[in-house]
């Protein structure tokens, strides 16, 4: 079992930056696969930014792309989000997410955080 708690959510202005933070618990970050991913009022879940299996990849959406970083800290066993040039269609639920698998399935949730940004 994986626990995984968000935060660093907030209400932002356009062009601002925010960075989202994401404790997991019960594996070390090496034996799994860690994300981000968002969902926006009456939208499906989307993926935002993930590890490679190993760790040394990061994958971005093409929205995000330059803009936001996926970064993690395995002594303290979390990971980041730093969301620079926020814009307000990046308004949405933050989740921060887990898969064991080698083909990424993600099994475990944090609660999400919520990220506001206005024009």
């Known amino acids: 079992q994986v626990q995984l708690v968000e935060s660093g959510g907030g209400l932002v202005q356009a062009g601002g930056s925010l960075r989202l933070s994401c404790v997991a618990s019960?594996?070390?970050?090496?034996?799994?696969?860690m994300g981000w991913l968002r969902q926006a009022p009456g939208k499906e879940r989307e993926f935002v930014a993930r590890f490679g299996r190993s760790g040394g990849t990061t994958y971005y959406a093409d929205s995000v792309k330059g803009r936001f970083t996926i970064s993690r800290d395995n002594a303290k066993n979390t990971v980041y989000l730093q969301m620079n040039t926020l814009k307000p269609e990046d308004t949405a639920i933050y989740y921060c997410?887990?898969?064991?698998?080698?083909?990424?399935?993600?099994?475990?949730w944090g609660q999400g955080t919520q990220v506001t940004v206005s024009s």
């Open positions: 997410a887990a898969s064991e698998s080698a083909i990424v399935r993600w099994a475990y």
């Open positions: 019960g594996r070390t970050l090496s034996s799994i696969t």
